[in-house]
């Protein structure tokens, strides 16, 4: 059976990952001098108070070849063929670095590398969907085809509740985050062929705003591929959470309502209390 693997970014929870048999190359987290492992030995809470207290974003980076090396080997001496996961290659090299671990393996011929053109959970619907077409036996190239077609149908987008971590990452200018602060507007963050754009601009308190960005997307959701949805968070109030999914169990179209927490990455260039609806068209 092929092996279905993506670096963190991909943002499942430890219950979807093992429920589908899926396993994760974390990618890295900067602190000044001390690097960790998304997912691995750093939280996102940590992550927060750092940032807060430095007044800076931490570094992100690509996972390192010996880890992928060592993640794909054991797979790789099974003569399975593994189907890797990648976050869009304009945000991050891991998909590179995914491939020179297959060279150094000498093993091309088994992996078979996919850029999800996506971020957070818009990478796990495809991973999710490439895990049960893998457990009903697909060929990594079949996988590949039926992903590759199904990529530009995935919708990916979050309201941020501060654009401080934008602004610090680089993703907007400090005019606009002062701006933002100000008169508290919260941008609508869109993904489009792998890069993040901004959209609709919404104004208030970040919880109404939440609400308002998910029934705006009332059409599109009703339309949607009906296996599941997810509701991917960086630490939002519970009762907004709760009330997202009350709105999306009312609409009667999804098998499955999905809830995870955005990793140590994702929430490295968000923020605090940033919230996506993400599903497949």
Known sequence: ??????????????????????????????????????????????IYKWAEANKTTPKTSAPSVDRAVELFRSYVEEGREIVAFSISSEMSSSGNVMELAARKLEAERLVTVIDSENLSTGIGLLVIRAAIMAGE???????????????????????????????????????????GSALKIHPRIDVKDGVMGSGKKYRGDINKVILHYVKDMEEDLKNAAPDRVFITHSGCDRQTVDQVRAYLESLHVFAEILETRAGGVISSHCGPGTLGVLFIQ
């Open 1 to 46: 059976m092929v092996k279905i693997i993506s670096d963190s970014t991909c943002d499942l929870s430890k219950e979807l990952l093992e429920r589908y048999d899926i396993s994760i190359l974390p990618l890295h987290i900067l602190l000044g001098d001390k690097e960790y492992e998304d997912g691995v030995d750093i939280s996102p809470e940590e």
């Open 137 to 179: 036996g697909k060929t990594a190239e079949e996988i590949r085809k039926e992903i590759e077609a199904l990529r530009p149908d995935v919708r990916a987008s979050f309201v941020v509740d501060t654009l401080t971590y934008l602004y610090r990452g680089g993703r907007c200018s400090g005019l606009s985050a002062l701006a």
